[in-house]
């Protein structure tokens, strides 16, 4: 980590309030407060430290990582300081702390130098170099030093760690985890202890004694001794004697060439079961594919064939079998015709039974136990006294007579539901003579212009009586109707006649409506509401009378109480 300081470094402010959360503040001129440090050269690594609001409650230190234009990012609550919120226009420092004391006192505490790892190496102390290369002219080693060219001999050294020799001529040695490249050359290799390595290849000449642990790859000429733990892989060759493999496999194996003594595998044995099981079933049903399934349809009887012989022995051949003792079979049903073989049952059942869809006696010629669909000729079939048939369906009657009426040989019979309209033109004098229940005479159909007397309309008991009188085109009338039963009383209305009315014509007055009455005497009338005569109002005090064309409201007579009133209508 490398820190940023500036000496010339001004105060700013914060631009906007900030959150605790923030990551970057907007300062007012970030130029300014890093003092001439390049804004590209900030990082997380090379950072820079600027305290917020300094000497205040709300103190806090930030690590500036990086700054662009007037937007730094920062690491909030830095050194132990904590995030606080902060409003705009709060100062923003660059300042020196606590931390950068700790750091410049490691240093100089600490026993390595700065920016290397592990001890450092002195020029006049004794020390052990590893893994080091001197390559500098000015590094000169004695005559008596081991150099990586040459050929040198090595007495009583130990080789450690990550030693590596390059075709070494090695004489009584003691190699700690070495690492050997090329060929190396021994009249003999002894090891107290064991000679473990994951991996010795290339050809190994000698004898060898001990155990050896792991694969040998490559040919081993010479005689082996020891115990069974050695595996073998042997290309070739006979092996003789019994091979202990306890409760190890042999894995591996080839597939081996069909109908020869090589060795097989378990696929090999599991496919030619499979393959003569599916000979040996076949198409074989689901339920015969085992030995115990057939042995189960077999009755489970080991003398199967004799049972069998013996069985079939007592059989009675198909072609003329001569059957002894009673023999039986099934029985058909009644009425059946076909090549089975009738028993007495059958038979008894035929001559004693009656199809079951008739009922009754029957007599027929013949043995006959069924009847047929008849046309009215052939056999005789008599049925019972007075029979009752349902519904039946009969052709053409060529019968003369039905319960002692006569059938005509050539007419029509009707029901009772027929209307009329199924019988010939018949008159209203025929029809009169059928109805009992009129009480006026003539033809029952009315003619054109009938006369009727003394005709009674009657109610339909919510209308009372009334007659319509009709216009030619019938689409509207007058109606004379009675009076409610409320009035109690029976009227005559007598409309007008003779010569009283002035001509042979005449129009009754209505109770109602506007009419004009010409040549009426009222006698007495009370009239109610205004009363106007010649384009006037009747007034108190005043009487109609004669102009000599018409009436005309005038006072009264002196002394007159009670005038009369006189309509004059007309002359």
């Not at 290849?201 to 792991?214: F, H, K, W, Y």
Request: with cysteine; glycine share 10%.
């Amino acid at each position: 980590m490398s820190r940023k300081y500036s000496s010339v470094s001004l105060e700013t402010e914060v631009v906007g309030s900030l959150t605790t959360v923030a990551t970057t503040i907007t300062v007012a001129n970030a130029t300014n407060l890093l003092g001439g440090i390049n804004p590209a050269s900030i990082n997380a690594t090379d950072n820079f430290i600027v305290v917020l609001d300094p000497e205040t409650s709300s103190e806090e230190i930030v690590k500036v990582t990086g700054v662009s234009s007037n937007t730094l990012t920062v690491t909030r609550g830095h050194d132990g300081s904590t995030a606080k919120t902060h409003t705009s226009g709060a100062k923003a420092r660059h300042m020196g702390i606590a931390e950068d004391l700790r750091d410049s006192s490691a240093h100089v505490e600490a026993t390595a130098a700065h920016g290397a790892t592990g001890a450092v190496v002195g020029t006049t102390n004794t020390q052990t170099l590893t893994n080091k290369d001197l390559s500098s002219a000015t590094n000169t080693l004695p005559t008596t030093a081991v150099t990586l060219t040459g050929t040198q001999t090595l007495t009583n050294k130990t080789l450690t760690t990550n030693t590596t020799l390059t075709s070494p001529t090695i004489t009584t040695p003691t190699i700690s985890a070495p690492i050997m490249t090329g060929t190396a050359t021994a009249a003999n290799l002894t090891a107290s202890g064991t000679v473990t390595a994951a991996l010795l290849s290339g050809p190994l000449t000698g004898a060898v004694t001990g155990n050896v642990t792991g694969n040998v790859t490559g040919n081993l000429t010479g005689t082996v001794t020891g115990s069974a733990s050695l595996n073998l892989p042997l290309a070739g060759g006979t092996m003789s004697g019994a091979i202990a493999m306890g409760a190890n496999k042999i894995t591996g194996l080839g597939t081996p060439t069909a109908n020869t003594t090589d060795a097989a595998n378990t696929a090999y044995v599991d496919a030619a079961v499979t393959a003569g099981l599916s000979t040996v079933i076949a198409s074989a049903p689901g339920l015969l594919d085992t030995l115990d399934e057939l042995a189960a349809a077999l009755g489970d009887d080991a003398n199967f064939a004799t049972t069998v012989t013996t069985n079939l022995a007592a059989k009675a051949p198909l072609a003329s079998p001569a059957l002894t003792g009673v023999p039986t079979a099934p029985t058909a049903a009644v009425a059946t015709n076909t090549n089975q073989i009738a028993t007495t049952a059958f038979v008894q059942s035929n001559l004693t039974s009656a199809p079951s869809n008739l009922t009754g006696p029957i007599t027929s010629l013949g043995s006959a136990t069924t009847v047929a669909s008849q046309t009215g000729t052939g056999s005789t079939f008599v049925m019972n006294t007075s029979p009752t048939l349902v519904t039946p369906v009969l052709g053409v009657a060529t019968a003369t007579s039905v319960n002692g009426t006569t059938i005509p040989s050539s007419a029509t019979l009707v029901k009772t539901a027929d209307t009329l309209a199924v019988l010939s033109s018949t008159t209203s004098a025929q029809l009169a003579g059928v109805i009992s229940d009129e009480t006026g005479t003539g033809a029952l159909v009315f003619g054109t212009a009938p006369s009727l007397r003394n005709v009674t309309v009657t109610s339909d008991g919510t209308t009372d009586g009334n007659i319509v009188l009709n216009c030619t085109d019938n689409s509207h009338g007058q109606k004379i109707q009675a009076q409610t039963h409320a009035q109690g009383a029976t009227n005559t209305l007598l409309l007008p006649g003779g010569t009283t009315i002035g001509n042979s014509n005449a129009v009754l007055v209505s109770d109602t409506g506007t009419q004009t009455l010409t040549n009426k005497s009222l006698t007495s009338p009370v009239i109610t509401g205004t009363l106007t005569a010649g384009g006037s109002t009747g007034v108190s005090g005043y009487v109609l009378s004669t102009t000599g064309s018409g009436v005309q409201w005038a006072p009264t007579a002196s002394g007159d109480s009670t005038p009369s009133i006189f309509l004059l209508m007309g002359a």
